[in-house]
T-cell receptor
Framework: AQTVTQSQPEMSVQEAETVTLSCTYD???????LFWYKQPPSRQMILVIR??????QNATENRFSVNFQKAAKSFSLKISDSQLGDAAMYFC?????????????FGTGTRLQVTL | NAGVTQTPKFRILKIGQSMTLQCAQD?????MYWYRQDPGMGLKLIYY???????DKGEVPNGYNVSRSTTEDFPLRLELAAPSQTSVYFC???FGTGDNEQFFGPGTRLTVL
């Protein structure tokens, strides 16, 4: 079974600065997807960014980018020019590219605080 | 499109009571999922469905039942509620395979006292 580990329960960043959230995963599969979800106090799960394992290029979405190291099974999220609205829980998630159900396996999350 | 809707938003149950959490989606998604999120933790899969009439257990199915009689609806039934079922419950759906995004509902906060 796949596992996802987020070793930073909490992180803090000043507004306009850059922060990196860590995620490692364990799998024996070669084809899969990785995701970062944001969960603000409203509880709504919002997809931030996704990465396909067979793509070597790191995904980027505006101020959000990832550092995907397949051999090391590492998938970190970098938030540039942090804004107050970025404060939330961030979850890393794994999904197999095979099988019929496409289930997500989540890490335990990192709470990000953004200070003035 | 309303997306994925869940009712109720909040509920308090007494130990031993039963209830059904409702989930509906209007995006014609064939895959639907139920997750629970315990305090300070990530989401864990309870049950999932790949189409009407087809359901299967996830990681933490004990104490729950599901049915999928239509594409749109995927209710989650709690029988004999226990304090260990105090959690936030999320329903999600997605279309087909590949990298299609999984859409989440707003969640139901359930407390069992």
């Amino acid at each position: 079974a796949q596992t996802v580990t987020q070793s930073q329960p909490e992180m803090s960043v000043q507004e306009a600065e850059t922060v990196t959230l860590s995620c490692t995963y364990d799998t024996s599969e070669s084809d899969y997807y990785l995701f970062w979800y944001k969960q603000p106090p409203s509880r709504q799960m919002i997809l931030v960014i996704r990465q396909e394992a067979y793509k070597q290029q790191n995904a980027t979405e505006n101020r959000f980018s990832v550092n995907f190291q397949k051999a090391a099974k590492s998938f970190s999220l970098k938030i540039s020019d942090s804004q107050l609205g970025d404060a939330a829980m961030y979850f890393c998630a794994y999904r197999s590219a095979t099988g019929t159900a496409s289930k997500l396996t989540f890490g335990t999350g990192t709470r990000l605080q953004v200070t003035l | 499109n309303a997306g994925v809707t869940q009712t109720p938003k909040f509920r308090i149950l007494k130990i031993g009571q039963s209830m059904t959490l409702q989930c509906a989606q209007d995006m014609n998604h064939n895959y639907m999922y139920w997750y629970r999120q315990d305090p300070g933790m990530g989401l864990k899969l309870i049950y999932y469905s790949v189409g009407a009439g087809i359901t299967d257990k996830g990681e933490v199915p004990n104490g729950y039942n599901v049915s999928r009689s239509t594409t749109e609806d995927f209710p989650l039934r709690l029988e004999l509620a226990a304090p260990s079922q105090t959690s936030v419950y999320f329903c999600a759906s997605r279309f087909g395979t590949g990298d299609n995004e999984q859409f989440f509902g707003p969640g139901t906060r359930l407390t069992v006292l």
